[in-house]
């Protein structure tokens, strides 16, 4: 999906109806921010706000999803696209989230191996700070790629507000975290917690 498209529609479709993104905000009981992010193409909407949204611009889903008003001709055809896009998302979100994990595992797994060479093999003291050094390289590495598939895989929702969101690669590496749930800082309502893992955005 055209983020950037969706979020000129969202903007076009706000000042027709002679509404601020505060108006707009307030009524959706969300950040202007929010609004303000739909609109520079820098994130969707989440699903639960969707139909509220397309009521108080008086739009459909299909036409939100496609950045454009539709006639009855083109509507269909738009439908049809925008639950194929929908779905390969959460398809790859799927995919990215396993590698992620698969990442992560090898990583700790190769780093703790070669920690453990270092420290039962006899060798030279050179060596075996090779060893130690290539396994923290190998298990750093590891988790940034891990870290860097996990964050671009879907997003995160708050369990205070419902508001999902994106988070930076900083609090993605430093939030301590189970498998899919990740303590973070909502950008909607400012409260930290444990948000879970979303395959959609």
């Not at 969707?44 to 299909?62: K, Q, R, T």
């Not at 992560?104 to 075996?128: H, I």
Request: proline residues 3%; charged residues 30%; contains cysteine.
């Amino acid at each position: 999906m055209d983020q950037i498209k969706i979020g000129k529609f969202i903007q076009e479709t706000r000042k027709e109806k002679k509404l601020t993104q505060k108006e707009l905000a307030e009524r959706l009981d969300v950040s202007d921010k929010a609004v303000s992010k739909w609109e520079t193409g820098n994130g969707l909407p989440e699903v639960s706000l969707m139909l509220p949204l397309c009521e108080i611009l008086e739009i459909s889903v299909n036409e939100l999803l496609s950045g454009e008003r539709l006639d009855e001709r083109h509507y269909q055809e738009k439908a049809e696209e925008n639950i194929v896009h929908l779905i390969s998302e959460k398809e790859e979100a799927k995919k990215k989230l396993a590698l992620s994990i698969a990442a992560g595992c090898s990583s700790v797994l190769s780093g703790v191996t070669l920690f453990l060479l270092a420290g039962l093999l006899p060798m030279a003291v050179w060596l075996r700070v090779l060893v130690v050094a290539i396994g923290v390289v190998v298990t750093g590495a590891g988790i940034g790629v891990a870290c860097v598939l996990d964050r671009d895989a879907g997003a995160y929702e708050c369990p205070c507000c419902g508001h999902r969101f994106v988070p930076t690669m900083k609090e993605c590496v430093m939030g301590p975290h189970t498998m899919l749930k990740r303590k973070l800082r909502c950008p909607g309502c400012g409260k930290k917690s444990y948000c879970r893992k979303r395959l959609t955005k």
